[in-house]
Structure formats: structure tokens, C-alpha cells
């Protein structure tokens, strides 16, 4: 999978993303304090990651700030992206099973090594529901997206 990870701090758990998931298989794209040159404020970062994702450039974005409060915020100001902060596995795979959420926000304060791996696990196997009324809550985002009635 190609996937953008943005993080405003370049913090271990944020440079053991990346190589998770590199050694995971996946193509990544790294933004902000993770890739010298790119803007590292956190707006700034996760909107870019966030846009890969809406663009069409990733399949997929991991946004990190320090609470990962900024980081969800600003990546769900994009257009097509459903940004979910995880802080827990069990988070993770409702995000995906539930609210088909493309893009993954974590907290660097709050996710050791260990967590990011269980996040990580849940996130990738976890696939969205085709239950009626989960389709109709994420197509009702894409409404609000689109500022539809
Ligand atoms: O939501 C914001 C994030 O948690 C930032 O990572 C946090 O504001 C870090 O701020 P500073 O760079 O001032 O330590």
C-alpha cells in the first residue's frame, strides 16, 4: 500500500513508524519533521499527507503530532479524508470496520512501540463493513464533505 506519514516532531515512535511500515511492505511517503525540506508544523504536515490520500497519490495517511489532536483535525479539513485518532487497537479497527476511516492520527505522547504494532495489526486487518447502515453513516460524511443536504 502507498502511505504518507506525517509527523510536526521527530520523535522515535514517529521514525518506528516508518520503518514499520516499510518492513510491513508498504510505500511510504514521509512529510513534515520526517522528510528535511517539508514544512513541519503540524497543520501543515498533516494537511499534506491528508491531500496524498484525497489526490489519489496514497492509499492511505498516518498523521502524528504530539497529542495527535492537531494532527486529526487539520487532515480532516481535506476534502474525502476520514481521519481517526487511535489510541488503542480496539480504536483502530472500529475506525476502519466501522467509519471506513483512510487516514490513522496518533499520538506520539501516548504510543509506545509495542501499542503502535497492536494499532498497526488492527488497522491493516480491519476492513469496512458493507452493513447497510455503516455505508449509509460514511456516505453521509461524503455529503458533509461535499456540503450536500
Ligand atoms: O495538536 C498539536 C500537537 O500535539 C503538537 O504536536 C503540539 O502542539 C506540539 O507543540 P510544540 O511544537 O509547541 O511542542
Not at 1 to 17: H, K, N, T, W
Amino acid at each position: 500500500m502507498r502511505i504518507s506519514v506525517s509527523s510536526d516532531m521527530d520523535e522515535p515512535v514517529a521514525r518506528g513508524l516508518v520503518a514499520e511500515l516499510r518492513a510491513r511492505g508498504h510505500d511510504v511517503t514521509a512529510h513534515g519533521a520526517l522528510h528535511p525540506g517539508s514544512d513541519p508544523q503540524w497543520a501543515a504536515c498533516s494537511e499534506a499527507a491528508a491531500r496524498d490520500v484525497a489526490t489519489g497519490a496514497a492509499d492511505q495517511a498516518v498523521v502524528c503530532c504530539w497529542t495527535g489532536t492537531g494532527a486529526s483535525i487539520a487532515a480532516n479539513k481535506v476534502p474525502g479524508v476520514r481521519a481517526a485518532l487511535c489510541t488503542d487497537a480496539y480504536t483502530a479497527d472500529g475506525a476502519r470496520r466501522w467509519n471506513d476511516a483512510n487516514v490513522l492520527a496518533l499520538s506520539l505522547r501516548l504510543t509506545s512501540e509495542p501499542l503502535l504494532k497492536e494499532i498497526l495489526d488492527a488497522w491493516f486487518t480491519a476492513e469496512a463493513s458493507e452493513d447497510a447502515e455503516d455505508r449509509e453513516n460514511v456516505a453521509r460524511i461524503g455529503r458533509l464533505d461535499r456540503r450536500e443536504p
